[in-house]
């Protein structure tokens, strides 16, 4: 089987289920978005599921799957602009920037949102005081805004879109925390000779540890748990 086709109340959730059948990493797919959820309460959650369709890519058939990847190769999905992406009139963009400035308007902040398209992704930048109250606890509440962002923009597109939330550089800063935590934390692995679970981390965060040390020569990790619950562990690097 090369090609599945699933169903989820969000795009993210029908290809995390395609993924689990297929039995491979968002890497070695296709995806190409057949329905989109459709608009339920408060416009966030669709009564009508997403559905997506899964496509094998033929030269990563035979090979095995990755523990950790979060990049999705999403047909016909070349660096587009906001005009490329209309959608009944709507810039899917600018309904998630105004979505997070109306979240922030609920919590009586004042902030301003900056689009910025890149090749595989589009950032909205958050600026603005009192931004710790959007940002949460190792940035959780980020997270959490982004995830709905992500809602709100595919909603109004017929391509799937990807986006990050980013307030006060915050993404590059949790980067190098967690990358010097990695490297830390593998220290205490080559002197102790045992394992080391971190605290459960979304998929991105885990990407930075993975990336990290990749290349390492005394370590290596995977990922274990179920979502929201996931965590990377840390492990010596068995002797060929």
Known sequence: ???????????EDAVRQGLAKLGTTENQVAVKVLEQPSRGFLGLFGVKEAKVEITLLTDTMTEPPKVETTHV??????A?????????????????????????ASMGLQVEVEIVHRKDSTILNI?????????????????ALQYLAN???NRYSNSFIRLILDAENFRERRKKTLEELALRLAGKVVRSQKEVSLEPMSPQERKVIHAKLQNHPEVKTYSKGEEPNRRVVITVRQSK
């Not at 090609?3 to 989820?8: D, L, P, Q, Y």
């Not at 190769?73 to 070349?78: A, K, L, R, S």
């Not at 906001?82 to 109306?102: L, N, R, V, Y």
């Not at 603005?128 to 109250?133: N, P, V």
């Open 1 to 11: 089987m090369n090609k599945v086709v699933t169903s989820g109340k969000t795009i």
């Open 127 to 143: 600026s603005g005081s009192d931004l710790g109250l959007l940002i949460g606890r190792r940035g959780q509440t980020l997270d």
């Open 151 to 153: 809602i709100v923009a």
């Open 73 to 78: 190769e999403i047909i016909e999905q070349p």
């Open 80 to 104: 587009l602009s906001s005009e490329e992406f209309q959608h009944a009139g709507k810039d899917p963009f600018q309904e998630a920037a105004s979505f997070i400035s109306d979240v922030g």
